[in-house]
């Protein structure tokens, strides 16, 4: 796990407008434009952009240094031991309830497993409505 602190070289603790000048001072060194054909260079810069993605927006940035989002922004999997809030999904209420009960949910969180992640941020057509429920594993058992 890459921290976006070291990336852009500034303390955990830095003000918003350091971390802008360090990223400014970054980008304007690493920039595509002034190292061309360098793919060195480049992926030094979109990790240098990915990183300010994050820490350049106070609320990003507050749920990076809780721990809920990682490095890329993505949502963190909590474990199933004690001690921690849980996960929260997302699931789509169609105009007869949700989806078709339980079997869906299970097909939905196993299926995406297998394809390698969570997607909960999928697009679908007609007019869906999204919840955010949570639970602890517990109350889901």
């Known amino acids: 796990m890459k921290d976006l602190y070291k ?4 303390a ?3 003000s918003q407008q350091e971390i802008k000048s360090a990223y400014r001072k970054l980008a304007k060194k690493h920039h595509p434009d002034t190292n061309p054909d360098d793919t060195k260079i480049e992926e030094k810069f979109k990790e240098i952009s ?14 990076y240094d809780r721990g809920e989002i990682d490095e890329t922004g993505q949502e963190k999997m909590s474990g199933f031991g004690g001690g921690g809030g849980g996960r929260t999904r997302t699931y789509r209420q169609s ?12 097909s939905e969180i196993f299926g995406n497993i297998r394809r390698g992640g969570f997607q909960e941020d999928r697009v679908e057509k007609g007019r869906d409505r999204k ?5 602890e594993f517990t109350e889901a058992a």
Do not use: P
Not at 7 to 10: E, K, N, P, R
Not at 50 to 63: F, H, S
Not at 131 to 135: D, K, L, S
């Open 7 to 10: 990336i852009l070289g500034v």
């Open 12 to 14: 955990k603790g830095a």
């Open 50 to 63: 990915a990183a300010y993605n994050i820490l350049g927006d106070e609320k990003q940035r507050g749920r």
């Open 95 to 106: 105009s007869s309830g949700f989806g078709g009960g339980a079997e869906d949910i299970f």
């Open 131 to 135: 919840f955010a429920i949570e639970i």
